[in-house]
T-cell receptor, first 109, second 114 residues
Framework: TQLLEQSPQFLSIQEGENLTVYCNSS?????LQWYRQEPGEGPVLLVT?????EVKKLKRLTFQFGDARKDSSLHITAAQPGDTGLYLC?????????FGKGTRLSVIA | DTEVTQTPKHLVMGMTNKKSLKCEQH?????MYWYKQKAKKPPELMFV???????INESVPSRFSPECPNSSLLNLHLHALQPEDSALYLC?????????????FGPGTRLTVT
């Protein structure tokens, strides 16, 4: 069974701070996706990373895929209250998508 | 249009009722998915349809019955559910199932079984 471990589970920070969340596995994934989910809504895709070592930037968000395609990180610079939500990583493996348990981020103004 | 729509948004049903959840996309995607999400948990895959054929059933109880009438529509028929089936049911679609491209999720149906 392919598992994705996300850390930290919960994160509460002040507006303007930087943060990094991690997504780790012992399995290799063909691709890895990051989603953000608001309460009562479906996940919204932020990015897909495919190549080992790949770095993608989306405004203040920087995503990195590990060289071995087993792990990924999401770095947010100067967090804002609008970044609050559940961040999920999901890997394409033996089943279409394997989800991590998520990191619940709260950014306080 | 990158939208996946789901109806109804909320559903309350008794254990003897029969109801259906509906999902629609007009992005030309040929893979569609049903997920179940309990509170404070990640989505759990239930079913995958690829080119209107059921390709994955993640050992879901038969009281959940999926249907894909055409490439744009996905239904989930519910019958004799249990209170523990209460959850957010999410539909998603992608261009194809393998290799997986971006998966687009609908807003979900909040189901309560009484």
């Amino acid at each position: 069974t392919q598992l994705l471990e996300q850390s930290p589970q919960f994160l509460s920070i002040q507006e303007g701070e930087n943060l990094t969340v991690y997504c780790n596995s012992s399995s290799v994934f063909s691709s890895l996706q990051w989603y953000r989910q608001e309460p009562g809504e479906g996940p919204v895709l932020l990015v897909t990373v495919v190549t080992g070592g790949e770095v993608k930037k989306l405004k203040r968000l920087t995503f990195q895929f590990g060289d071995a395609r087993k792990d990924s990180s999401l770095h947010i610079t100067a967090a804002q209250p609008g970044d609050t939500g559940l961040y999920l990583c999901a890997g394409e493996g033996n089943t279409p998508l394997v989800f991590g348990k998520g990191t619940r981020l709260s950014v306080i103004a | 249009d990158t939208e996946v729509t789901q109806t109804p948004k909320h559903l309350v049903m008794g254990m003897t009722n029969k109801k259906s959840l509906k999902c629609e996309q007009h992005m030309g995607h040929r893979a569609m998915y049903w997920y179940k999400q309990k509170a404070k948990k990640p989505p759990e895959l239930m079913f995958v349809y690829s080119y209107e054929k059921l390709s994955i059933n993640e050992s879901v109880p038969s009281r959940f019955s999926p249907e894909c009438p055409n490439s744009s529509l996905l239904n989930l028929h519910l019958h004799a559910l249990q209170p523990e089936d209460s959850a957010l049911y999410l539909c998603a679609s992608s261009q194809v199932a393998k290799p997986l491209y971006e998966q687009y999720f609908g807003p979900g149906t909040r189901l309560t079984v009484t």
